[in-house]
């Protein structure tokens, strides 16, 4: 009997010890697997990172010398303030080792054949600005000067050795520089030093203890140098590549650094097997757990995801989007628009009405992604409160700037435009922080034309910049449109850009067509920018914004008993002396309709709109029922009142009057718009 316990016993350990080892095989290659999957999505989580890390810098690089190069062209024959701009920019730009401005052989006589100016950084605080051109220093032979020259952006060169500026391997960023005729006559230099990569991508890149990263040019040059891989040893990599530079970020992963914990662990499991059964609960307990852990990581990570869509979300909400959005306000219409090229974008608009003043912006952060979208949110907010209580256009660009330069830890910054407009006199008070110029179409003269700006820094530059407002006053029907740079630099397949010059041959074509409606026209200008791209993928944040100053409107209760002021409305429109008595009819009628059909039994608002010009531009809205009375079959007046059908004579008297009667249904609304040419 004992025995046949003890052979049961022995059974019992056996089959058990094979259910522990099935079990424990199982888990061991589950863990695997969820520990490549957690590798996988971590390495790309942190190559994300790095590669906006780098991007914030390149575009530092390329706004900077962008910059500097308008700077330069302002001061194109002044040697000494090319000293000086050179040296703020790397004051200014932390992550800058030298700046410099090489002008093409012989531009300065007196300074020799050669001209650069150049300021490098010597410590943390100190700047040494001095013109290193030479013929021992030969900047003409350079890379970055010989592709600054020929090209009309930025450009990147490859990693090189530089021996007379920063003194260290850098990577440069070029752009031309051009004198008044637009012939090239100088290029700007800005430098970073490669050892600055070296120090500060390790806290994204180094994925695990014993793995390790590197950065390569477009053209395969080592920007941060790959270490040497060890014959036999399994190797994971992942590859990034930065759009704004064209280089190439690697992580390898080797296999035995990525299993080193569970192999660690399944060693273990293996010594705990051979000590009996007596362990066995606390092993599964102790592999469950470590299971979990990795599911919650790879579950962490998939939040994370979807947080970004949220944020997405919760960005847009934060944008007006309610249009037309005024109903006590009818003499402004303000349509506008962003498409974030990420899940989450750093362009923002934003208006609002105090005190018969209309308060906008519209803006552009450096970068993309969260971190931009966090100072995006954070500029409406200042925008919002400091407008609250101050109406100048150039002490509120002051405070927000000073605001920003607080907050700026993170070096980046942000070009600006605010606008306030006094909606009683047409007087409009505006402030540029290195933003594109918005384009001014002016309907009476049919005119089109940029809106002339001061040249500001950006905000987050210069804490201590002093910015300059300017006016301007608005006629009625004028129309401002204001962009952002993704709407010049939207690029097809080809990299052709969609350029200033189309758009502003796209504005002066819709001004010439008469008044447009904002909404229409910013509509119509994102159609002609996907036509252009013909589906390439977006590279920037487009965000367009379209403000029209035109005559007040009327809103009427639906009553009939409110008809009388209609007439009081239109009399004081200032029409020629013989329409006013038809036209006054044909309103009456067609708002009469609106008033009798829209709001079967219910009641309502009816808005009447008007727009001035070469011909006057009657639009009757109302929110009800769809009704087109555009619909109803002309009405023959030659038959007896007794043989005519009931209605139809309203609509019939409007088109006799007018030259062109249309109706829409937009956004759930009747839209009926009557033209009238003087």
């Known amino acids: 009997m004992s025995q046949k316990k003890n052979h049961s016993g022995l059974w019992i350990m056996i089959v058990a010890s094979i259910a522990l080892e099935a079990i424990s095989c199982l888990m061991y290659f589950t863990s695997r697997a969820a520990i490549r ?4 999505m971590r390495a ?5 990172k790095a590669e906006l890390e780098i991007e914030l810098h390149t575009i530092e690089m390329e706004t900077t010398a962008k910059t500097l190069a308008l700077l330069v062209e302002k001061h194109i024959d ?70 600054g020259f020929v090209h009309d952006s930025c ?39 490669l050892d600055y990569l070296q120090q500060k991508l390790p806290e994204y890149l180094q994925v695990y203890k014993n793995s390790y990263f590197s950065i390569r040019s477009s053209k395969g040059g080592d920007i941060v140098r790959a270490m040497d891989t060890v014959p036999g040893r399994r190797y994971n990599t992942y590859n990034e590549e930065i759009d704004a530079t064209g280089w190439h970020i690697e992580i390898v992963i080797p296999d035995d650094e990525l299993f080193k914990d569970l192999n660690h662990t399944g060693r273990i499991v293996g010594i705990l097997m051979l000590l009996g059964l007596a362990l066995l609960a606390m092993m599964l307990i102790h592999s469950s757990r470590t299971n979990k852990k990795l599911l919650e990581s790879t579950a962490k990570n998939q939040r994370m995801e979807n947080e970004l869509y949220v944020a997405g979300a919760i960005q847009t909400a934060m944008l007006p989007k309610v249009f037309p959005p005024f109903n006590d306000l009818r003499n402004v219409n303000v349509y506008g628009t962003v498409k974030p090229a990420k899940e989450v974008g750093g362009d923002l608009y934003d208006f609002y009405v105090r005190h018969d003043r209309l308060f906008f912006c519209i803006g552009d952060v450096s970068g993309k992604g969260v971190p931009a979208s966090l100072v995006m949110a954070m ?31 993170q070096n980046m910054f ?56 300017q006016q301007v006053q608005m006629a009625y029907n004028d129309l401002l449109f204001l962009y952002t740079d993704g709407l010049t630099e939207a690029e097809r397949s080809t990299h052709e850009q969609f350029g200033e010059e189309r758009m502003m041959k796209r504005l002066t074509d819709e001004g010439m067509k008469g008044l447009v409606a904002p909404h229409k026209l910013v509509e119509k200008m994102q159609a002609e920018v996907e036509a252009f791209v013909d589906g390439a993928e977006q590279s920037d944040d487009l965000t ?15 009553d009939i008993q409110q008809i009388p002021t209609l007439a009081e409305w239109i009399d004081s429109l200032d029409i020629p002396k013989e329409l006013n008595t038809p036209i006054n009819i044909a309103i009456e009628e067609a708002v009469t309709n609106v008033m009798l059909y829209a709001y079967p039994g219910q009641s309502g608002q009816v808005l009447v709109e008007v727009a001035k010009g070469e011909q006057l531009v009657f639009t009757i809205t109302d929110s009800g029922v769809p009704f087109d009375p555009t619909q109803k079959e002309e009405v023959d007046i030659t038959l007896s009142a007794e043989e005519r059908p009931i209605g139809g004579l309203g609509i019939h008297l409007v088109r006799q009057i007018m030259d062109e009667v249309k109706y829409e249904r937009i956004n759930n609304q009747n839209i009926l718009t009557l033209v009238k040419k003087l």
């Open 379 to 409: 500029t409406r907010s200042l925008f919002r409160s400091i407008t609250s209580h101050d109406e100048d256009a150039a002490s509120v660009m002051t405070k927000m700037n000073k605001a920003f330069v607080e907050q700026n830890t």
């Open 78 to 147: 002044c040697p000494d303030s090319v000293y000086a701009a050179t040296n703020l920019a790397v004051r200014t730009m932390r992550t800058f080792t030298s700046v410099a401005v090489a002008y093409v052989p012989d531009y300065f006589p007196k300074a020799g054949r050669y001209f650069e100016a150049c300021s490098s950084r010597i410590t943390e605080d100190s700047v040494y600005t001095r013109q290193i051109g030479s013929a021992a220093h030969d900047y003409t032979e350079m890379e970055w000067w010989q592709n």
């Open 544 to 558: 367009m914004m379209a403000i029209r100053y035109q005559l007040p409107a009327l809103i009427m209760r639906n």
């Open 37 to 40: 999957q957690e590798a996988d």
């Open 155 to 193: 450009w990147w060169c490859e990693p090189y050795m530089d021996d007379s500026g920063s003194e260290a391997p850098v990577v440069s960023c070029s752009y031309p520089v051009c004198n008044a005729q637009g012939e090239v006559v100088a290029v700007v230099c800005v430098d970073m030093r």
């Open 414 to 469: 942000l070009t600006l435009f605010i606008g306030i407009l006094d909606c009683k006199t047409g007087r409009l008070d505006y402030c540029n922080a290195g933003h594109n110029a918005p384009v001014r179409i002016q309907n009476t003269e049919h005119r089109t034309q940029m809106l002339d700006v001061v040249p500001n820094l950006p905000l987050g530059v210069e804490g201590e910049w002093v910015f300059q407002a």
């Open 44 to 48: 790309k989580t942190e190559l994300r």
